[in-house]
């Protein structure tokens, strides 16, 4: 199976622009998460969707939100763009059950100029 | 408060030696935890995850052991390879967020194995 693919891979942005990432999760998983990861704050959840529907929601202001599509593939969206956005944004995908593992992607890495 | 921390930032070994990452956990209801380790741009890889109701787990080279007592975590590598240079991660999932997705990472550990 191929495992989880994150687009696009590098994102260069301005302040007070928005951004889209893209995440699909590998097949047959029906929950996708995504994390933030930085050098200062480290690994940190930001949602995670199951069945088009978000289940639960870090503690991220509102201008971080996503979405989920009937094929399970995700998309994360950051309007109004802080210089303290800049991060890599991991989407990790799991199979629907008592199995908490998550498989992970490669990131999106974002820096906001 | 929910907080997941490792004891050693930096953990330095010797090509073949063992190595033992510790990690020590706030939340005494968290049910599961899990190992991952991530290499240089890549995202996190699973290692080897536990459950609570057991106290130690074994995977190829590598045994988690889980403490509840003293809310600690570990996880051991056996005879370290260089391609075991990376930074490890341990997560825990609480009770109260069972099923969601979500786990509560530590700031992580970076083993860096010397030839």
């Known amino acids: 199976k191929a495992g989880v693919t994150q687009t696009p891979r590098y994102l260069i942005k301005t302040r007070g622009q928005q951004v889209t990432l893209s995440c699909s999760p590998i097949s047959g998983h029906r929950s996708v998460s995504w994390y933030q990861q930085t050098p200062g704050q480290g690994l940190q959840f930001l949602f995670e969707y199951f069945s088009e529907t978000q289940r639960n929601k870090g503690n991220f202001p509102g201008r971080f939100s996503g979405r989920q599509f009937s094929n399970s593939r995700s998309e994360m969206n950051v309007s109004t763009l802080e210089l303290g956005d800049s991060a890599l944004y991991l989407c990790?995908?799991?199979?629907?059950?008592?199995?908490?593992?998550?498989?992970f992607g490669s990131g999106t890495q974002l820096s906001v100029l | 408060g929910e907080s997941v921390g490792l004891h050693l930032p930096t953990l330095s070994v010797q090509e073949g030696d063992n190595s033992i990452i510790n990690c020590a956990y706030s939340?005494?209801?968290?049910?599961?935890f899990i190992w991952y380790k991530q290499e240089s741009g890549k995202g996190p890889q699973f290692i080897i995850d536990?459950?609570?109701?057991?106290d130690k787990r074994q995977g190829q080279r590598v045994t988690v052991l889980l403490n509840k007592t003293v809310k600690h975590l570990s996880l051991q590598i056996a005879a370290t390879q260089p391609g075991d240079s990376a930074v490890y991660f341990c997560?825990?999932?609480?009770?109260?967020?069972?099923?969601?997705?979500?786990?509560?990472f530590g700031q992580g550990t970076t083993l860096q194995v010397k030839p």
């Open positions: 536990i459950r609570s109701n057991m």
């Open positions: 939340n005494s209801a968290s049910d599961y």
């Open positions: 990790a995908s799991r199979e629907q059950g008592t199995n908490e593992k998550l498989f």
């Open positions: 997560a825990e999932n609480f009770q109260g967020s069972s099923n969601t997705g979500k786990l509560i």
